[in-house]
Each structure stands twice: as structure tokens, then as C-alpha cells.
């Protein structure tokens, strides 16, 4: 079995978790990517008696612009005016603006809407979040997600339920609207007649008909752009474009649609023993009495012999010392299957976690886990030097495009300049790809060289489901 690293010199290994005595150890799910899901939200709007509400079920992929649109109709109006999304978190709101605003005033503590999932933001049942619209009359919306459906037959947007007429557009928030509908109420009012003559003869506050909204609904289903549907099934993507436009990086434009993120993950039993092998054989060798280590907390000599004899380490592997300390691939490799939370370390020896014994011999498991683990790192450059590395392992991108867009983001980003853009991204991503060198998702010296990377088949399906966990 051929797993070969290539690398010449030491690279820590996925340094992500806060150092302390022992991680602690994860469930069997924990960093899995959420499956695709109905969301089923109840919309009121706030102040309004009686209330004015509505049910809807949205995707959970839907991005919060595509759910202004869903809301727009839902309720019923127009679209004339600017909207904000918010949400209470730890005792700080997050805000997340029309691209268009953000555009035009810059706000760091914002983040824009066309960039976030709905299920980045409601969570859980219960969670709720507030949907701000015509910032001049006022009219604030609670969105609260009641419950998740599983069933995905039919992803369309729908209004389930509801109740009351939308405002008129421009009617001047909820408290002139309350007071709208009592002179409405009352022929004998002065202002009766001209407010009815507003409102049109066929305006009626109480009526709602959900087989009307539905038919907008599904006449407004147009699909998703490429960038739409590469944020929605990667939100690492989303937080790049963030402070990114599309239009400054072609060349990361041009590799989105390659990646085929939104293609299911269908790893399969050959491939997934070929991928993990390094990481099951270890977690194998450590057994379920563990494995002693030396004083100095180093694997014994027996241990190091095996990993360098029974693991093929292709131009990766130096010299015939049987020590940890000489072999970074030992240190690299036992850093990692710690780091992913499947080993501790226990009155001098080393013991798989409960996680760790259960993906020993689930290849599929393993990829999964670890997958949902990338991008790897603490700082912000770190995660988006590795999504970078990521993009272009799934886009089978060449070393010229991959360099070309590495140049051209980093300076976007604002963290390199043209002259050292590569070199400083393949360091801020040493992480992640210490981690892909040490699985063996690409070939000898393929971040030293500008040769067209000789990657196996099933590295592309691993970025891609990196990247959508």
C-alpha cells in the first residue's frame, strides 16, 4: 500500500486545539458536517395586534439573502426597502448586512447576508433571530425556528400556515399601523375615508390566503449562482468572501464550479482504507491495552520500527534510528490521531479514546471525522491559507493556477503581498497541509515544485468533503 508524504523537513502537525494535559475527548459525531434538512420557521412581526405571522419551511442550506427573498413574499411585502438580519449571541449581536450596504459603508462587526447559511445562525429549536425591514417605519420581524424536518423530498421554499394581512408598504411602523386600524374600524372617523382610499378598495387587515403566497414562492425559484452554491455548501468559502468581492479574485472564481461541492459525499470501503490507512494501523497498534511510552514520553523504539517498516513513508523517511525524536513522521502521526481526538495519555501510556475506538476499523468513519476537521489552525490566516489549499486540491486546479490564485487572494485578504503570496500561504497553511502530506493526499514534493500535481484520485473527494463539512 502506497501512501507516500514526500516532505523534507518537519511541519507540527494540526496544531488546533488549545494545549492542555489532555484534549478532551470528542463524541463519535461531534465535527461532522449537518446533514441537509427542512427548517420549519415561525415569522412574526413584532408589536402588531393582532399578530401578524406566518409558518415556512426553507432548506437549511438557504442563504439568509435567499431567505430575505422567501420572508419578502411570505409576508407579503414589496421589497422596496433596505433589510438587516441579527442575532443574540453570548450577550453580543451579530449583524448581518445586504452586500450592497456593506459595499457602500464597511462595517466590521457586520457580516453580509449573502455569505450565511440559516443553519449557521438558528441553530436549535428555540433559537431565535431578528429580521430588520424599512429601517425608517421600523417594522422588526422574529424568526424562530420551531423544528427540523428530515425529509428532503422537496426542498421549495412553502408557507405552511399564517395569519392577517402584510402592512401596506410605507405605512409607518406598527404603532401608526395600530392606529391605522382603528380609524380604519370606525366610518365615523374624519379620516376614514381617505385612509380606505390609501389602502385600495381590497385591502382587507385580516384576510390571508397561503395558496396565494405559495404560487409566488414557486414562481420565484430561480436556482443558485456558482458563488451561492459554493457558500452554502461551504461556509469556510463564505467567510473568505466575506472580505473578498468576487469580481478581485478570478482566479478563485474560475475554480469554485470545479470543485463540485454540491456533488453528495460518497466515499466508499477501498478508498477509505487506502486514505486512513496510517491512522486506523496506528490506532490498531496502540490495541486496547495501549501502548507504554518511554520516560521521557516517547514511543518505545518497537513502536518506531513499526510505523517506519509496515507504513510506506515514500522520499519522506531518513536514516534507520529507531526514536521518535529522529522521525518527525512518528511525531507527526501520533500528533495527529491526538489532535483528532482519538488517543490520551494516561499514567505513562498511551490509550485510545472511546472515539478512537471505534473508528480503528471504520476506514469511513475515519474519513469522515477527519474531514470534518479541516481547515485546521487557530488564526484566521491560518483557516483561510488551508481553504485556499482546499479549493485547489478539489479543482484539481495546476501549480500555475493554484499559484496564481494563492497571489491574487492573500493580497485581497490583506495578509501578503504579490511578491510573497505563495510562500506566505503555504506557511499560514502548514496545518493543514501537514495533515494532507501525512494521509498522503498528494504526491512527493508537491508544495515544492511547480510540476502539475501527481495527487491521487480520491484526494479531490476528500478536499471536497473538507470543504463542505
Known amino acids: 500500500m502506497s501512501i507516500r508524504t514526500g516532505r523534507v523537513r518537519h511541519l507540527s502537525v494540526v496544531p488546533d486545539i488549545p494545549e492542555a494535559d489532555e484534549p478532551a475527548e470528542p463524541s463519535a459525531t461531534e465535527g461532522a458536517a449537518r446533514g441537509l434538512a427542512n427548517l420549519v420557521l415561525r415569522v412574526s412581526i413584532d408589536h402588531t395586534r393582532p399578530s401578524i405571522w406566518r409558518r415556512v419551511r426553507v432548506r437549511s442550506d438557504l442563504l439568509l439573502s435567499e431567505l430575505h427573498s422567501v420572508l419578502q413574499i411570505a409576508v407579503g411585502w414589496e421589497d422596496r426597502h433596505l433589510h438587516a438580519f441579527s442575532v443574540r449571541t453570548a450577550g453580543a449581536t451579530r449583524r448581518f448586512e445586504m452586500q450592497e450596504t456593506l459595499d457602500d459603508e464597511p462595517d466590521d462587526d457586520a457580516s453580509s ?35 427540523e424536518d428530515s425529509d428532503i423530498d422537496d426542498l421549495r421554499s412553502i408557507c405552511l400556515d399564517g395569519a392577517r394581512a402584510c402592512p401596506p408598504e410605507s405605512s409607518g411602523g406598527p404603532s401608526r399601523y395600530t392606529q ?5 374600524a370606525d366610518s365615523s372617523d374624519p379620516e376614514h375615508s381617505e ?17 396565494a403566497v405559495n404560487r409566488v414562492l414557486q414562481s420565484a425559484d430561480v436556482g443558485r449562482s456558482t458563488l451561492a452554491e459554493a457558500v452554502a455548501a461551504a461556509p469556510a468559502i463564505g467567510r473568505l468572501f466575506d472580505r473578498v468581492r468576487p469580481t478581485q479574485v478570478p482566479s478563485l472564481m474560475a475554480l ?4 463540485e461541492l454540491t456533488v453528495e459525499s460518497s466515499v466508499d470501503l477501498p478508498v477509505a482504507e487506502i486514505a486512513m490507512a496510517k491512522l486506523t494501523w496506528f490506532l490498531r497498534m496502540v490495541g486496547d491495552g495501549g501502548a507504554v511510552l518511554t520516560d521521557a514520553g516517547y514511543l518505545k523504539p518497537a513502536f518506531v520500527a513499526a510505523i517506519r517498516d509496515e507504513l510506506d513513508w515514500g522520499l519522506g523517511w531518513v536514516g534507520s534510528s529507531s526514536r521518535e525524536i529522529d522521525h518527525h513522521q512518528v511525531t507527526d502521526l501520533r500528533e495527529a490521531v491526538r489532535h483528532l481526538g482519538l488517543t490520551r495519555i494516561a499514567k505513562g501510556r498511551l490509550l485510545r ?16 471525522h477527519a474531514a470534518s476537521r479541516l481547515p485546521l489552525g487557530r488564526e484566521t490566516y491560518e483557516t483561510d491559507a488551508a481553504t485556499l489549499f482546499l479549493i485547489s486540491l478539489a479543482a484539481s486546479a495546476s501549480a500555475a493556477h493554484r499559484n496564481e490564485m494563492l497571489i491574487e487572494t492573500v493580497s485581497e485578504l490583506g495578509w501578503a503581498s504579490e511578491d510573497s503570496g505563495v510562500f506566505d500561504a503555504k506557511f499560514a497553511a502548514q ?4 495533515f494532507l502530506d501525512l494521509i498522503g493526499a498528494h504526491g512527493p514534493s508537491f508544495y515544492f515544485r511547480e510540476a502539475v500535481s501527481d495527487s491521487p484520485s480520491w ?10 463539512s
Open 459 to 468: 484526494s479531490r473527494r476528500f478536499a471536497r468533503d473538507a470543504l463542505s
Open 180 to 184: 391605522a386600524l382603528d380609524i380604519a
Open 431 to 434: 496545518t493543514t497541509m501537514s
Open 256 to 259: 469554485l464550479p470545479r470543485c
Open 195 to 211: 385612509l380606505l382610499s390609501q389602502w385600495g378598495p381590497t385591502f382587507d387587515p385580516a384576510r390571508f390566503e397561503v395558496d
Open 353 to 368: 479514546t472511546k472515539l478512537g475506538e471505534s473508528l480503528a476499523d471504520d476506514p469511513i468513519g475515519m474519513w469522515r
Open 113 to 147: 447576508e449573502e455569505r450565511v447559511r440559516v443553519d449557521e445562525v438558528l441553530t436549535h429549536p428555540g433559537s431565535v433571530m431578528t429580521y430588520e425591514y424599512d429601517f425608517g417605519d421600523g417594522w422588526t420581524h422574529t424568526v424562530e425556528l420551531e423544528h
